[in-house]
Every structure is written in C-alpha cells, then in structure tokens.
C-alpha cells in the first residue's frame, strides 16, 4: 500500500506529526480535541529581586579562578548544615564528587561576613544619624572622617562577600538530590525488579536483529547516513517513517487521554537552562551538544525546554498539577559509548521522543511518579512486549532524580533487555535552579496593619519527568519481536489505524 493512500489533515497543536488514516481509524479531529486539556488558570509573575534567580554575566574574578556562575540557585544551605552527616552520606552512596566540606565551609565564611558587612551598615546608619544633629566643627569632621573609613570597609568587604557567594553557588550546585529511602544503594547491578510483564517470545526459526530486518525491508540506511553525517546517525525509509509516525501518533493519543497537554518544543536553548535540570553541557565526557561561539546547545531531552517554560515564575495552586506531553528531536554526543551492546538504533546522536513532564505541590509527586511509570507499563503492555521494570539503584540516579525506575524490553535480536524508558521523580531540584514556585491557596492572614493581608508563602513545585515514545529503541523492539519466518514484520495492532491500515511489512520486490 503506497503513500498516496495517506491525507493529510490540519490538526491544531504539533500539527506536522499527525497523519490522518482511513476514515476507520480512531484518530480524527473530533477525537484530538476531546483529549486536549482546557487551560487552566496560571499566575505567571516575576520574582522579585530578593527572590529572583538572577542571571549575571559569566565574568572571572580578579583573584580567583572561578568563573562568576550564571545564574543561582536557591538551595537551602542551612538544611545542607543542620543535615550534614545525611547530606554526605547520600553523597557516597551515589558516587557524586560533591565536595561537601567545601561548601560547608563556605557557606559558614559567608555567613560569618554577612554578619560583618550588616555591622558596618548599622554603624554607618548610626554615624549618619549622629550627623543630623548640632555638633561642633571638630566633632563633625571625625564623624565624617568615620564614615568615610566605615564606606570604604564596606566596598571592600561587600565585593569580597559578592565573589565568596558566586564561589558557594559554584562548589554547592555539584550536590546531587537527596534519595527516597527505597531506592536500592549500590551500582546498576543492585537495582532491583519492581515488575515484569509477559514472556519472551519463542522462533521456530532463525532470527536477524532490527539493522538486519531494516537492510531486508528497505526501511534503514546507516551507511548513506555515515557518509552524509558520520557514523550514528541513520536515514528511516518506507513503511519504517509510517512506523514512526505512528508510534508518536499512538502515543501522543493515548498519554492526552491521562489529562497531559501536548507539545512541540524549541530544539536549542540556552546552556543556563541545561545547566538548571541538572546537565553539565560542558563537563567531561557530556552528552550535550554545545554551538561554538554561543551559550546555547542542542537539547538530549524535551524534559529541558519543558523544565523552562515556567521558569521564575509563580503558579497558582489551582493551576497544578501541569502535566505536559512533549515532542521533539533529541541529539546526544553518546561519549564513552562502543561496542556491540550500542549497535544499530540502540544508541544514536539523533531520534525521535516523545517525553511526559509534571509540574505538582510536593505532597503529590509520588503519586506522580507512580502514575507516569503505569502509563509507561501501559504503553508496553498494549504494544505486546516483554518487559521488566527496574527500581534503579543510587549510583545509577542523575544529580535530579530523587527516584528513578527504569524499563527495560526484551530484544531477541541483540539476544537481552534494552532499555526503552525511564521514569524521575526530581522532587524540588530542579524547580529550585529554574525558580519555579506556586502559592498555596490558604486563607489570607490579616497582617498588624489595619486592612492589610499577607499572602501565603510560595513553595517549589516539584518536577518529574518520564519517557512515552523513544522511537529508535521502539524500533528495535518491534521490528525484532514481530518479525516472521518469510522476513516480513507484523504491524502491532494498536499502531495499524496510523499506518493507513497498513498490518504487515513485507520483503520489497527486486
């Protein structure tokens, strides 16, 4: 069945990824637009200057080698001290170079001359009030000659406080995420099976693995990519672009129906908005693409550019959770990766995603997190795989994740798991460097003065973030689990109404 089968049709909202099927099919406009979520209500206000995450150019200061951080975070440095023996346990358990000793110290020098510079502004405002009173000449001039002496002390003292901050936010924002008390301590071997589902499939015949399958079918071109590219990169072809299509369609469909709003996302941002999910862009062995001579990379994630539309700014309560379904390109350097294990489709530098993001209050995430691995199990279920779910252990979780479940789907051809998804609870990390706060909707407090209110205090929304669709790896799996003994492969039947009704891929005639 060829191409001009398919219609296109108009659909609002990342409009380019759909494809309409036969009348038959079960996605029509009528039905996109019952699954797309109605706005609600947001308060989106700047933060103030005490409260803002302040962007300041990246300078050098002049006695030090550490460079001026671009932005802050607030991190709570005083739970980090009153925590310390929690803090660096949690540390050594996930194998992090957080220097805590260093930030402890730190932050206790900048305390110690927060204290100083707030003396010498109170002296300054006492010899300022003595000013305003009848004094002779002599007394005046010492007072004048005082406060000159307490100004410059405080220049001095002041810029010294400025580069000592810069220095703690340096040495603090290496600090991973605390863990949840379950998640298994040790390395990615320690990670323990939360759930399995179905069985692996039994061949009466040889099988090929998907670059075989793909190179059979005329559905994948590594080689033209390798020349045009370099090597990872890939060129999808016939019946495998419907495939894709129809993955992101089926699963952009089904994830709408849980309430999530869809997206399309920019594909470059700013290495400051990398650098506040918790990425390193420019760190060793990073997996970030970075563009030379600006301060902007390639995302490996939605999960970034969605962690940034509301940065610093404050929700309304009424207006959580937010609950995002993103597509987009996602373009990875794969540093350190080699080997058979990566071959093919496993590990590319480009592919296809489809990402789910969660903005909630912090009582709720864990409710959250289970959520979005059921809808991840539900997605894979449906699809007929034979998959496991992983309770990943601390020494696997990213500087973010406060928990993380990975799953990993049988692929007969490369003969063991893969993974295909991963589910991260962030709690409020990330909300705390992107500045993300809500405001309970609690009574308002009648404050001393008569007629005035005070508003509740704001709180970080908590982030999570979880893979829906990752096209290639999806690729593997079906291609290899539903190949047949005459090479062709069977379409699963939940994808067929986005296939144009296409069920079956065949051997091309030559």
């Known amino acids: 069945m060829g191409l001009h089968t398919l219609r296109l049709v108009t659909v609002p909202m990342a409009s380019r990824l759909f494809l309409k099927p036969f009348p038959s099919a079960l996605l029509t406009l009528g039905f996109f637009s019952r699954h797309v979520q ?16 302040q962007e300041i150019p990246t300078t050098q200061t002049s006695d030090s080698s550490v460079a001026r951080p671009q932005w802050k975070a607030a991190i709570d440095f005083k739970w980090i001290r009153d925590n310390k023996e929690a803090v660096e346990l949690n540390i050594k358990k996930r194998n992090s170079n957080a220097n805590l000793e260093a930030v402890l110290e730190l932050y206790e020098n900048m305390v110690n001359l927060q204290k100083e510079v707030e003396g010498i502004r109170e002296e300054r405002n006492n010899v300022a009030k003595k000013m305003k009173g009848k004094l002779e000449p002599s007394e005046r001039e010492s007072l004048v000659e005082e406060g000159k002496n307490l100004k410059e002390s405080l220049v001095t003292l002041e810029e010294d406080l400025v580069k000592l901050k810069d220095e703690l936010q340096h040495v603090a924002q290496s600090i ?3 863990t949840h008390p379950d998640v298994p301590v040790g390395g990615e071997d320690s990670s323990t099976i939360r759930k399995e589902v179905g069985s692996p499939r039994e061949f009466s015949f040889p099988i090929k693995d998907h670059l075989q399958l793909g190179k059979d079918l005329d559905l994948i071109d590594f080689d033209s990519a390798a020349e045009v590219s370099g090597s990872k990169f890939f060129y999808m072809k016939n019946e495998a672009v419907l495939l894709e299509m129809a993955l992101l369609n089926w699963t952009l469909s089904e994830v709408m129906k849980k309430g999530f709003t869809p997206l399309t996302t920019p594909e470059i941002v700013r290495s400051s908005i990398v650098e506040k999910c918790g990425f390193q862009p420019r760190g060793d062995n990073t997996q970030v693409y970075s563009i030379d001579g600006t301060d902007q990379c390639l995302i490996g994630t939605a999960e970034i550019p969605v962690g940034g539309i509301h940065m610093d700014s404050i929700l309304l309560e009424s207006a959580l959770p937010l609950k995002y379904i993103a597509f987009s390109h996602c373009f990875r350097t794969e540093a350190g990766a080699a080997g058979a294990a990566t ?12 990402e789910m993001f969660v903005l909630c209050r912090p009582e709720d995430s864990e409710s959250f997190h289970n959520e979005l691995i059921q809808i991840e199990e539900d997605l894979f279920t449906s699809l007929g795989l034979h998959f496991k779910t992983l309770n990943m252990a601390t020494a696997d979780l990213g500087a973010p994740a406060y928990r993380k479940f990975d799953i990993e789907a049988w692929m007969p051809g490369l003969g063991r798991f893969g993974e295909i998804s991963s589910a991260s609870n962030c709690t409020d990390y990330q909300s705390r ?10 009574p308002l407090e009648t404050g001393p003065k008569k007629g005035k209110t005070n508003l509740p205090a704001t709180k970080f929304v908590h982030t999570l973030n979880a893979t829906a669709c990752a096209v290639p790896r999806m690729m593997v799996c079906l291609l290899e689990n539903y190949q047949q003994e005459d090479g062709s492969v069977v379409i699963p039947e939940p994808l067929r109404p986005f296939m144009g ?3 079956l891929i065949k051997p091309k005639l030559r």
């Open 176 to 178: 991973p995420n605390m």
């Open 38 to 53: 109605s706005r609600k209500p947001l308060l989106v206000r700047a933060f103030s200057a005490s409260a803002a995450v």
């Open 501 to 503: 009704g296409i069920e």
């Open 433 to 442: 460097r992107l500045g993300i706060r809500y405001r309970p909707s609690e």
């Open 343 to 354: 071959k093919g489709l496993y590990r590319v530098h480009q592919f296809s995603k489809a």
